[in-house]
């Protein structure tokens, strides 16, 4: 079998989103064939393993099937927060190795802060995702600006992580071992902002800097977190499987998603196919 390709969903911050991104990411594979193992890195909060949950409750009492993901066993996630450093890298990577023996494709969900087990993920991936949200407070953890004039002034903590984790990854494995990082703004606002085209401006700079590509990102829709506790994406919404009433936002949602896998590098799976709005 061909090596897992890995994908890391990172950023320092709390709140931008990620494992929004990395559920629908997962379910966007699943639909199109990919056999996906997910790791949940946020011990506390757990967002993605508790998305999978309700999924397959939702299932069990709705009598469907939708295709999952394997979840190798990372333990009670409030105690392995609680355990020495030593203890959580030795779980992750009994959980990396389960992964990597079941899966084509395995997506680590990390959480928002500095963690000896976000950065022994990153160092690992073929590809980082960083949502950010349309804003300079979350583009602070990637550069820094002028507080005058808003020019760049140099990178900021988390790129100086993704630049350790890419050192460490050609270190281990030769220069040939690339890590494809890719940002996309996240929870954007419907109407276009003087403060985006700021901030669009300092982002284009900074991805020349250090290296990095820039993809669409998603709007704030509620349609994104409404199906969360059925544990459903715009994904799976189809004839048969409609919990909420479908309108033409679900549509326009799909369409911001297939966008994303593409830029990804990834398949669309059922994200190609078309989605009738209620009448």
Same mark, same amino acid.
């Given at each position: 079998m061909a090596d897992s390709t890995v994908i890391v969903v990172g950023n320092e911050k709390g709140g931008a989103g990620k494992s929004t991104l990395a559920i629908h990411i997962v379910t966007a594979l699943l639909h199109a064939g990919r056999r996906v193992a997910i790791i949940d890195l946020d011990l506390r909060q757990r967002s993605m393993a508790k998305f999978f949950a309700n999924r397959a409750a939702w299932m069990a009492g709705n009598a469907q099937v939708l295709p999952m993901p394997v979840e190798p066993d990372m333990g009670d996630g409030k105690l392995l927060a609680r355990a020495t450093e030593a203890e959580q890298l030795a779980r992750f990577e009994t959980a990396f190795a389960e992964a990597k023996a079941s899966a084509d494709v395995i997506l680590?969900?990390? &959480?928002?802060? $500095?963690?000896?087990? @976000?950065?022994?993920?990153?160092?690992?991936? +073929?590809?980082?995702?960083? &949502?950010?949200? +349309? @804003?300079?407070?979350?583009? +602070?953890?990637?550069?820094?600006? +002028? &507080?005058?004039?808003? $020019?760049?002034?140099?990178? @900021? #903590?988390?790129?100086?992580?993704v630049w350790e984790a890419r050192k460490q990854r050609a270190i281990a494995q030769g220069r040939h071992a690339q890590i494809d990082w890719i940002v996309v703004t996240n929870r954007?606002?419907?109407?276009?902002?003087?403060?985006?085209?700021?901030?669009?401006?300092?982002?284009?700079?900074?991805?020349?800097?250090?290296?990095?590509?820039?993809? &669409?990102?998603?709007?704030?829709?509620? #349609?994104?977190?409404?199906?969360?506790?059925f544990g459903l994406t715009v994904a799976d919404l189809s004839n048969e499987i409609r919990p909420v009433s479908v309108s033409l936002a679900h549509v326009a949602a799909r369409q911001e998603m297939r966008s994303l896998m593409l830029a990804l590098g990834l398949e669309a799976g059922a994200l190609d196919a078309p989605l009738d709005a209620a009448a």
């Open positions: 680590i969900d990390t &959480p928002g802060g $500095d963690t000896l087990l @976000s950065r022994t993920a990153h160092g690992l991936a +073929d590809q980082i995702v960083t &949502p950010m949200n +349309d @804003s300079f407070v979350d583009f +602070d953890l990637l550069g820094s600006v +002028d &507080p005058v004039t808003l $020019d760049l002034l140099k990178p @900021s #903590i988390y790129s100086e992580s954007l606002a419907v109407a276009a902002a003087r403060n985006r085209q700021r901030l669009e401006e300092r982002m284009e700079k900074l991805a020349r800097r250090v290296g990095f590509r820039m993809g &669409p990102g998603l709007r704030d829709r509620v #349609i994104y977190r409404e199906l969360f506790p």
